[in-house]
């Protein structure tokens, strides 16, 4: 590399041109170089500033993102809806109860023995949408499910209709005592909500 | 003080990753140290004014109504 020291060179231009040298001094500069070793002072300086800028700019850009990601999450009033706890000990066999989970009726049928056998035995193979018995309960004498038609979305009537479970008034769709379709125009049997039995004769929906 | 500066200049700023690297972290912890220490401001202008200051007093007899 080239190197010069400005110090030693003249500071003064001996111009080619005649009669113009002395408009064309040059002064000296000596007392603006940069005098340390080196030239990693100001190139540190100038990165730091340059990398500062860029945590404070990605700072401000992550918290704007976050912003809007935590606006669209659920607020704590809606959280707060979302699970329903029941107290199973006070409804008796072979009783239903309905239950409001998130705005919808929500189905619980506590059933004697003869209606489990009944939903077990059940052929179910062959039925519109196939679904056995065991598939659709966790205990076997609790029944939850949600209290909407998958017809038109109707509440269907409890302990009526020709299979000994829910009827729906408005088309006239059947289900059994596993809540599955049998007869009339809904396509899909009633749906399961999630829950979960946390302790005994306790029921948490949601 | 030179030795230093190169030391700094050659691990973090030397590359684009790690200057980038560099950068991305100390944004992490700059935001760490910014959002505890303003929470601890609030916290001390706040004191005795908000509900984890007060529940001690409430939350026993919040548990008997549960119940």
Known sequence: ?206 | MAGLSDFVYNTFLRRNFTMLGTVFVSAFALQMAFDTGSDRIWDSINRGRQWKDIKAKYVQAAEDDDE
């Open chain 1, 1 to 206: 590399m080239q190197t010069r020291n400005a110090s030693d060179a003249p500071a003064s231009f001996n111009s080619p041109f005649k009669g113009s040298a002395s408009s064309t001094s040059i002064p000296s500069f000596a007392a603006y170089r940069n005098k340390s070793k080196g030239e990693n002072g100001p190139k540190m300086m100038q990165y730091f500033m340059v990398g500062t800028m860029g945590a404070l700019a990605s700072l401000g850009a992550k918290a704007t993102v976050q912003d809007f990601l935590v606006n669209m999450s659920a607020s704590a009033d809606v959280l707060a809806q979302a699970k329903v706890e029941i107290d199973l000990a006070a409804i008796p066999e072979g009783k239903n109860v309905i239950i409001k989970w998130r705005g919808k009726p929500v189905f619980i049928r506590h059933r004697t023995e003869s209606e489990i056998k009944e939903a077990e035995d059940t052929k179910w193979e062959s039925l519109r949408d196939p679904q056995s018995d065991a598939d659709r309960v966790q205990k076997p004498e609790w029944l939850i499910m949600l209290g909407v038609c998958t017809h038109l979305g109707c509440v269907p009537i409890g302990e009526a209709g020709d299979f000994g479970g829910w009827f729906c008034p408005c088309h006239g769709s059947h289900y059994d005592i596993s809540g599955r379709i049998r007869k009339g125009p809904a396509p899909l049997n009633l749906e399961i909500p999630q829950y979960d039995f946390p302790e005994e004769g306790k029921v948490v929906i949601g």
